[in-house]
């Protein structure tokens, strides 16, 4: 995206990011997950409208009637935004999944920090990754808003991607350096296509796993509808694979080919759903045509009423 254009886009997001602030914010921003993160802050009498969950079970037999534990928020709270940069998310329909996941984190950053939130991120590629250090406060968002859309070409500084000495690169190697730089149970938002590891699924899956074993983690799967159709109509033509480079001949118009490739991604993405569900990670799929605010507000929603 150029770096004018994503200035505007970000300027209208500014717009929706109070919206989902407030979603997030809904019955206490770490109790969308729950019970995580937050403090025990007293016991009261169970209230019809109260979920039955909440019951304190020592309370409610010791005193004979039902009774609820209330928490308060921990406002210590850090957002780790990690965002896919490889070659893969340079190419959509609508948008490429790159720009789609740059506006859904921008979003996620500003609106955090609407809530007091500290906000960092890690950029990567098959290079290595860039780390920009969790600050709380709007003006530090809308820095780090600035660089999640405009994406590497607009980046400067520590936000740059570059190697990293004696870690691997791509998606598994971000995970591994987001569980190291943070010392305290946050909440993480990894959007990617996923597709980032040489060896599919079984190279993210363990890294996955271990990072949501201490931290809130929200996979943030962006696709496109190139994802169901082959690409390119008409005449047969050369394409290459966005990662390794491999030039693969198609001739798009072959029902063959077009059967072929729904296979191929049904079946990828459904590899890709089963090691999520394993690290027990949340999950959201987010289309380069769909509208980041609203989805992640009802993602939240959904959370929140426990669903």
Not at 248 to 268: C, D, H, I, N, T
Request: one cysteine or more; aromatic letters at 8%; charged letters at 25%.
């Amino acid at each position: 995206m150029p770096e004018e254009a994503a200035r505007r886009t970000l300027r209208r997001l500014l717009f929706t990011a109070p919206v989902l602030s407030r979603a997030l914010l809904s019955g206490g921003f770490r109790s969308v997950f729950r019970g995580r993160g937050i403090e025990f802050d007293a016991l009261r009498d169970y209230d019809a409208e109260d979920d039955a969950r909440q019951i304190d079970g020592r309370a409610t037999a010791r005193f004979g009637r039902a009774f609820v534990r209330t928490y308060r928020e921990d406002r210590n709270l850090t957002v780790l935004l990690v965002l896919d940069e490889s070659q893969s998310m340079s190419y959509g329909t609508d948008r490429t999944r790159r720009e789609a996941a740059g506006i859904a984190a921008s979003l996620l950053a500003y609106a955090a920090a609407l809530n007091g939130t500290f906000v960092g991120a890690l950029f990567f590629d098959t290079r290595g990754v860039g780390f920009v250090p969790p600050r709380a406060g709007r003006r530090p968002a809308l820095s780090l808003t600035e660089r999640l859309a405009v994406g590497e070409a607009g980046a400067r500084g520590p936000a740059a991607v570059r190697p990293t000495a004696g870690r691997s690169a791509g998606l598994a190697g971000a995970l591994e350096a987001a569980r190291a730089v943070l010392k305290r149970r946050s909440l993480v938002f990894v959007l990617s296509d996923f597709r980032a590891a040489a060896d599919g699924p079984a190279g993210y899956s363990g890294p996955l796993g271990r990072l949501a074993a201490r931290h809130d983690v929200v996979a943030v799967r962006v696709t496109d509808p190139a994802d169901t159709a082959p690409p390119g109509s008409g005449a047969a033509s050369e394409i290459f694979d966005a990662e390794s480079g491999r030039p693969v001949f198609l001739v798009p118009g072959s029902k063959g080919l077009r059967e072929a490739w729904s296979a191929f991604q049904g079946g990828m993405r459904l590899d890709c759903l089963r090691a999520l569900r394993a690290s027990g990670a949340a999950f959201l799929e987010l289309g380069t045509g769909d509208d980041p605010g609203k989805a992640l507000t009802a993602f939240f929603e959904r959370r929140r009423r426990g669903r």
